[in-house]
């Protein structure tokens, strides 16, 4: 039995909770949130203790599970790493760099296993393309949401954003050698809508864009290869391949084109995508990590990574609006 604690008991800690307690080979020993009206109600509500100290309810597990608002993930992070537990932590991994960079130094020195919730990596129809030949040269990514406080702690782009930005990443594996970026703060104090482009030194280029104040939902993304255009539709969980058809192609429908080199065949494959539950899947590995001793499905480096590249594009957009307002 792996035991485990819970800081932070709010919208997203909730959903943990109740994963968890499905989770086999998980004893949930108890949580920590400073929010005593909260807490009451979670204690009573899912039966389970609340500590109100952090340093006695790490003392007593073998894991935590960081689901506070990110300027407290490293606090709880550093307490919990230096004392040997396991953290599974939520996106983004830290507030700052020096943050990030000093965790991934910690995890290094305890050896412990740490695991940050980019949750869209385990999104069924992205799921569905696992182990799909990806080698993108050109990626649209829009991910809008209605307004809501939660989360406004931080900008668009550290809250909304970099579950993209993760996903570019881990799709490109290009190192970024350009960022180009243009966000406006307009219902709260850091940006709350955002384009950004990134060119890869692999030639590939990312446009993503994100909005927390939109009228409608959406979350897509679309990839396009030599061979191959890729539509991963996060909310709907749709995915689509188009590409020429090829080899072992003859059952997916397919109609033909006309180019001046002649006739193109193009297949339609949509894969399978399970109808599964994207958070307790990635509990479910971070507990598989710890007792098979295996990597993280989402490293602190992958984490710091993402943060890395949100940072810069945040500096980007405050050098851009500095400069725009030199210029009035
Ligand atoms: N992976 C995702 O898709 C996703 C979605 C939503 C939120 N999040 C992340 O989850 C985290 C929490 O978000 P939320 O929407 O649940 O916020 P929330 O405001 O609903 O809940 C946060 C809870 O943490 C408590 N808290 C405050 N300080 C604390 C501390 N020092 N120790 C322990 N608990 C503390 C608060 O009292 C509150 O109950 C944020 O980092 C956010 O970025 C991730």
Redesign the pocket.
Known sequence: MIKLGI???????KFHINNWKEISGIELVGF????DS?AAKVEKQYHLKRFAD?AELISLVDAVDI????N??F??CEMAIRNGKHVFV???MADTMAEGNAIVKLVREAGIKLQV???ERFNPAFLALKGYDFHPMFIEVHRLAQFNP??TE?SVIL?LMI?DIDIVLHLVKSDVKNISASGVAVMTETPDIANVRLEFNNGCVANLTSSRISMKKMRKMRVFQKDAYIGIDFLARKTEIIKLKGEGDDQLFSFDIETPQGIRTLAIDNPVVEDNNAIRMELTAFRDSILNNTATAVSEREGLEAMHIAHQILQKIESNFAIAKSSI
């Open positions: 800081f932070g008991a709010g919208h997203l800690g920590y949130d400073p929010d909260n952090p689901v506070a608002p990110t407290h993930h606090v709880l939520e996106k983004p919730g980019h949750v939660r989360g931080v809250d579950h």
